[in-house]
Structure formats: structure tokens, C-alpha cells
């Protein structure tokens, strides 16, 4: 790694362990749908996800961003500024849904986002890059039957579990 690298490193995948494995884990076989792919804690969640056996939905924006998300092993990638999200969704989950989730933009793009959701899905609320919180309602968390989850990743108070993370 460069030292620019090595110096983003603990934030980015702190933050993606705390939402894939401890948190909202996600599942060799599932889906994972990385909102903000291109970011900081987005590309390690799609790295990390990939590592973990899930297949990796990266939502970035522009052609330099996407193509960024498919050199770091996204399964399929989505420019949210020109394509239509949930309709791409429907199609690379066969009109499944996805399984989780992750968040670390909030805003509109994750409402949107939500639509795409799988029953027994969950999101991972990781930040708010948009401005503001994804908004929830919870009429329809409880008739499609998914969860969300808030991550706020950080050093945990037993030495030996943060040894292993």
C-alpha cells in the first residue's frame, strides 16, 4: 500500500466490518447493494463483501466511478446519474430484491434504494454523505419485512475483539 492508502485503510474497513460482519452480516450467496461505491467505506464494503462470498451491486456516479467499482470486484456496477436504479436492481436480482443494504449516503438515492429491498433485507445506516438521513417508514418496514440497522463504527471496549476485527 502507499501511505495514502495505508493511512485510509483503518477507517474505511473498520467501518465496512462494523456493517458487514458485526452488525447486519451478510451472507455468502447474498446480495449487497454498496450505495457511495466509490467512497471511502463504500469500496472496502464492496471489497470486504466480495471477500465474505456475497455478490456486490456498487451504485456510484459517472463512468470514472463505476469503472473504479468494477476494478475493486463489483459484481455488476450503477451509475445513479444515468441509469434507473430500481429498475437495474429488478433485473440483476431477477426481481428478487436485494439482501442488504449499505448506506453511507442516505437521502434520496437510499429511498430510492429501499424500493429494491428483498423481504427479510436489511439496510445498514452507516452516514449521511447526501445531507440528510434515509427515510424510514415504518408501516412499510413492517408489511415488507426488513430491518434496519444503525453502524457506528469504532474501537470496542474488549481488547480481544477488536484484536480480531
Known sequence: MTDEEAGGFPIAFRTAYAGLVERAPVEPGQSLLVLGAAG??????????????????????????????????????IDHRTEDLTARVTEITG?????????????????????????????????????????????????RTYSAVGVLAGPDKDPDVEAAV
Do not use: M, W
Open 40 to 77: 471511502n467505506s463504500g469500496a472496502a464494503a464492496v471489497q470486504l463483501g466480495k471477500a465474505l462470498g456475497a455478490t456486490v451491486i456498487a451504485v456510484a456516479g459517472g463512468r470514472s466511478k463505476t469503472e473504479f467499482c468494477a476494478r475493486h470486484g463489483a459484481d455488476h456496477v
Open 95 to 143: 426481481e428478487r430484491g436485494v439482501d442488504l443494504i449499505y448506506d453511507p449516503v442516505g437521502g434520496e438515492t437510499a429511498a430510492t434504494t429501499l424500493k429494491s429491498i428483498a423481504r427479510g433485507g436489511r439496510i445498514a445506516v452507516i452516514g449521511l454523505a447526501a445531507g440528510t438521513t434515509v427515510p424510514l417508514d415504518s408501516a412499510d418496514i413492517l408489511l
